[in-house]
């Protein structure tokens, strides 16, 4: 297996400490996003939507998609279950992971693409050029703090995002807190984010 990764990338972080909670060690090849090179032929060969992560299998089959990614190497490698143990957990953890997907990580994308001027034109990923909308990215930055009022309350009677158990959920979360530096999102006083964001971050898979 191999992994296209990009140091900076979250999505690709989100692979890399799923990876690092299972104690796998695959081979991670760059793409550099500062330079663009995930729209050279080459790439765009292996991966159409010019994105990381991507995943090669030892049979050349690609997974694209960063939950896709996670899911397989969660079915291949089950110990320990990041993706819930039965059919409820398995739900609750695929609910907090899209909840923190759509409220937390896409808000933090949406400021970030719409207001670093590293993004003029390329305010979306994928191949196509499109122009950043300044109003959609103060828009993100306001729902970032709804989105860390959210997890205050689910996190004041919950140790982790999807229940009792670390999961993939707190892997996005983890990422999408860190990610949020990039518009200058803070948690402030909220203690039970407080709490758990230090608990998250000092596993040693958070370093990945
Ligand atoms: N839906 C994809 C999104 C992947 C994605 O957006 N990756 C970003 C890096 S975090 C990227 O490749 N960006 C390329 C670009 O900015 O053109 C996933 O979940 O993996």
Not at 38 to 64: C, F, H, K, R
Not at 74 to 96: H, I, T, Y
Not at 154 to 160: C, H, K, V
Request: with cysteine; aromatic share 8%; proline share 6%.
């Amino acid at each position: 297996m191999k992994l296209y990764n990009f140091e900076m990338a979250p999505n690709a972080r989100r692979v890399r400490v799923f990876v690092a909670e299972k104690g796998l060690d695959i081979p991670m090849q760059d793409v550099d996003l500062g330079s663009r090179a995930q729209l050279n032929d080459d790439y765009m060969a292996t991966n159409p939507m010019a994105e990381v992560p991507s995943l090669e299998l030892d049979d050349g089959t690609i997974i694209t998609e960063s939950t896709a990614i996670c899911r397989y190497l969660e079915e291949v490698f089950p110990d320990p279950p990041l993706m819930g143990r039965n059919p409820l957990e398995k739900a609750q953890v695929m609910m907090w992971d899209r909840r923190v997907e759509q409220h937390g990580f896409a808000a933090v994308a949406e400021g970030f693409r719409n207001l670093n001027p590293f993004f003029e034109n390329r305010a979306l990923t994928g191949p196509v050029d499109y122009e950043q909308i300044p109003a959609l990215g103060e828009r993100g930055k306001a729902r970032f703090p709804q989105f860390l009022d959210m997890l205050e309350k689910r996190l004041a009677e919950s140790e982790f995002i999807a229940g009792d158990r670390y999961s993939i959920a707190d892997i996005t979360a983890l990422v999408t807190i860190d990610f949020s530096r990039t518009i200058k999102g803070e948690i402030g006083d909220r203690s039970h984010v407080q709490r758990w964001n230090e608990a998250v971050s000092s596993r040693e898979s958070a370093q990945a």
